[in-house]
T-cell receptor, first 109, second 114 residues
Framework: KQEVTQIPAALSVPEGENLVLNCSFTDSAIYNLQWFRQDPGKGLTSLLLIQSSQREQTSGRLNASLDKSSGRSTLYIAASQPGDSATYLCAVNNNDMRFGAGTRLTVKP | DTAVSQTPKYLVTQMGNDKSIKCEQNLGHDTMYWYKQDSKKFLKIMFSYNNKELIINETVPNRFSPKSPDKAHLNLHINSLELGDSAVYFC?????????????FGPGTRLTVT
């Protein structure tokens, strides 16, 4: 059964820092991996989707990488801003979607 | 121009009642899902529907039943509500043919059972 782990559980950084969020999964036979953002009391916003055949995806200040063989993905956020404060969720899709517990990010002005 | 919408946004009800949550997507996707997010914020899939067929059914109580009147709707019916059913329920959709599988989520329905 697929298990998804996200480290760290919480992260607090000053504005302007570059940061990396980690996601690991136990079953490498995946269709894709998706990173989401969730603001308090809100739904999920899709940030990046990486297909199993891809190594990385970029959108603006966000870059997500995928190493399927080692069961890892990272989400890199460049030049962090207070508006980036949210919970970031990693989800792995191999016939059904399994979510990690999330990383709660706080970017201090 | 809402892609995935849910109603109601908040639902407060008493134990033992039967309730429904509605979900609609206007993305033309072929698969819809229901997720439960518990008090610890952990998201877990409950159901998915593809072309009116249930293709995933996690070990949820049979008090929960998804109903899909058409491809754009997947409603969640809950019978005999219990305190432990209190959570936020999210609907999502994706296009699984063509292997995109990117999921789009609704805003969530916060269910409180008293």
């Amino acid at each position: 059964k697929q298990e998804v782990t996200q480290i760290p559980a919480a992260l607090s950084v000053p504005e302007g820092e570059n940061l990396v969020l980690n996601c690991s999964f136990t079953d490498s036979a995946i269709y894709n991996l998706q990173w989401f953002r969730q603001d308090p009391g809100k739904g999920l916003t899709s940030l990046l989707l990486i297909q199993s055949s891809q190594r990385e995806q970029t959108s603006g200040r966000l870059n997500a990488s995928l190493d399927k063989s080692s069961g890892r993905s990272t989400l890199y956020i460049a030049a962090s801003q207070p508006g980036d404060s949210a919970t970031y969720l990693c989800a792995v899709n191999n016939n059904d979607m399994r979510f990690g517990a999330g990383t709660r990010l706080t970017v201090k002005p | 121009d809402t892609a995935v919408s849910q109603t109601p946004k908040y639902l407060v009800t008493q134990m033992g009642n039967d309730k429904s949550i509605k979900c609609e997507q206007n993305l033309g996707h072929d698969t819809m899902y229901w997720y439960k997010q518990d008090s610890k914020k952990f998201l877990k899939i409950m159901f998915s529907y593809n072309n009116k067929e249930l293709i995933i059914n996690e070990t949820v109580p049979n008090r929960f039943s998804p109903k899909s009147p058409d491809k754009a709707h997947l409603n969640l019916h809950i019978n005999s509500l219990e305190l432990g059913d209190s959570a936020v329920y999210f609907c999502a959709s994706s296009q699984t043919s063509g292997s995109s599988y990117e999921q789009y989520f609704g805003p969530g329905t916060r269910l409180t059972v008293t």
